[in-house]
């Protein structure tokens, strides 16, 4: 009987061990949460939902706008309001030149709120106005318990945001190659000034350096906020996103998330869900050209793999002449709904135009006939 009881109890601490060691890690934050950035599925959370300041962090919306401008390259030459602003400065002065790529390495690197400011005040006019962009924008991706007032994250009482919303703000923008490049630059050159010259600036992202798969993203903290930090990691086509808000020992809970996230994903490949790997061409040297469809490996539980579906958008037919790697449509993944990759369907070799059949003798008499009584 009780070598009975030490067995099941012994079962029972084995079922309490492989609980906690697929449980969120305890962390020091009020708020936090890690998502598969593929998918936007959350892999773990605690108070995530709850509506606080965020500090710096909401530069993420401020430079992601920045990053979907037409022309990085323009230029603004600052003024007073702009750059006359407390708190972190990626160093502007009044006058002085300096570019919208600039301005948004000044954000994610030196977290400027100098460009933070110049960025709004550039593109919208006023920061109030700005402010009326970054709302309209947390709507179009779905962030429902945000409000932002300030483009830099300063302190305000009608300024929130919570980690889930944050989260899923950060996996959009991580999909924007300007942003992303800025997010998970250690370093950069940058010019401004009057007139602009070379500046050299440092990410305050430690992770960068020391948590390996690290891409990004953003730190941030006031008295208020506290410590504040998102951060992204990616290994093996697995990638996803942690957000801490008032979190004393930030860095230490991010490597302890980022292990745990990852750890939650395997890495598959995506079915092709094609009978038939050609697609009849018109016009052209033969009947049907064969296709190649590009391989999608990604990160996902075994859960949202088992869910994924695939609509196929290829047409009926094409047209020569076509050259080998030419895009002839593409095949849309997707999990409750929501389209999470792409996979581009090519041209797998050339085909040109097939040249005319010569004429018969009948149809070439016909012509010479009609020609001829053109000239009776």
Known sequence: MLKKIAVLLGFIMLLSHNSTAAAMPSVSAQSAIIINAATGTVLGEYNARTRLPMASTTKIMTALILAEQPNLDKTVVTTREMVMVEGSSMGLKVGDTVSYRALLYGMMLASGNDAANTTAIA???????????????????????????????????DHYTTAYDLAILTAYAM?????????????????????????????????????????????????????????????????????????????????????????????????????????????????????????????????????ITAKVHLPEFIYAPISRGDIVGYIEYLLDGKTITRANIKAAADMQIKPPEPKSFLERLVEQLRLLSLYI
């Open 175 to 307: 999909k924007n190659p300007e942003f992303r490049a800025a997010a998970q630059s250690v370093s950069a050159e940058v010019y401004f000034g009057n007139p602009p010259y070379k500046r050299y600036l440092r990410n305050h992202n430690r992770l960068l350096t020391t948590y390996d798969g690290c891409i990004g993203v953003k730190t941030g903290f006031t008295k208020k906020s506290g410590r504040c930090l998102v951060s992204a990691a990616s290994r093996d086509n697995k990638e996803v996103i942690a957000v801490t808000l008032n979190a004393p020992d930030d860095w230490n809970d991010h490597m302890a998330m980022l292990d745990f996230g990852l750890s939650c994903l395997e890495n598959y490949e995506l079915e092709v869900p094609l009978s038939d790997d050609t697609i009849p061409v018109i016009s052209g040297e033969a009947d049907r050209v064969r296709l190649e469809i590009e391989k999608v490996r990604l990160g996902l539980t075994g859960n949202e793999h088992k869910n």
């Open 123 to 157: 593109i919208a006019g006023s920061i109030e106005e700005f402010a009326k962009m970054m709302n309209a924008k947390a709507r179009e991706i779905g962030m429902k318990d945000t409000n932002f007032v300030t483009p830099s994250g300063l302190d305000h009482k």
